[in-house]
Every structure is written in C-alpha cells, then in structure tokens.
C-alpha cells in the first residue's frame, strides 16, 4: 500500500508559478513511476506529467510542455511538479499517483492522492 498526500496548491496570478509536492508513504517509492493528473470543473481527470523510477525520463502533456517539470526525490519519498507561466486554464484539482507498469510503454496507476487545489486567476 502506497499513500499519497499533496501539498502546494494555491491561489496565483497568470504567469506566476507554484511547485506541488507529493509525499508518499512506505519505503518502495522508488519501485514506483510517479504521475500528476488534474481535473477542472465539469472535465475529466487528464494526463499531466509522469516520471521514471530512477527520475531519469519524464513525459508530459503537449499542454504543459516547456511550462511544468516533474521530478522526484527517493531519498525523502517526494515528487515535485514545478509549474511556471501558468495560464488560467491551468486552473483545476491536481493529483500525485503512483503505479508499477510492465513497462514504461504501458501505463498503470494504482495509488491516488486526495488532490490541490490550483486556481489561476487572470
């Protein structure tokens, strides 16, 4: 069993930036890939970000590209996602998951964090 539990969320300004954290529980972090997914009002829950277990290969959705940086600290249990030149349609509840694929190819998420709150205001 694996618990995640964000922090970071707020309230900024378009073009400002926050950085949300994720800690998670238990002491096989590092066998995990680690994800960011969020979800705005009245949308479904969508892809943001993923991480390798090393931290050594990332991916992200075209939408937060150039803008969002994923990475992770095995050592302290946390990933990290860094977000800059943030936009208003950034605007939704972002989750930390965690999940043990096959393969980097075939993605799976087993464990979800309750969520933050990200509100950017234009």
């Known amino acids: 069993q694996v618990q995640l539990v964000e922090s970071g969320g707020g309230l900024v300004q378009a073009g400002g930036s926050l950085r949300l954290s994720c800690a998670a529980s238990?002491?096989?972090?590092?066998?995990?890939?680690m994800g960011w997914f969020r979800q705005a009002p009245g949308k479904e829950r969508e892809f943001v970000a993923r991480?390798?277990?090393?931290?050594?290969?990332?991916n992200y959705a075209d939408s937060v590209k150039g803008r969002f940086t994923i990475s992770r600290d095995n050592a302290k249990n946390t990933v990290y996602l860094q977000m800059n030149s943030l936009k208003p349609e950034d605007t939704a509840v972002y989750f930390c998951?965690?999940?043990?694929?096959?393969?980097?190819?075939?993605?799976?998420?087993?464990?979800w964090g309750q969520g933050t709150q990200v509100t950017v205001s234009s």
């Open positions: 238990g002491r096989t972090f590092s066998r995990y890939v």
């Open positions: 991480i390798n277990r090393s931290g050594g290969t990332t």
């Open positions: 998951a965690a999940g043990n694929p096959p393969s980097w190819s075939l993605p799976r998420w087993d464990y």
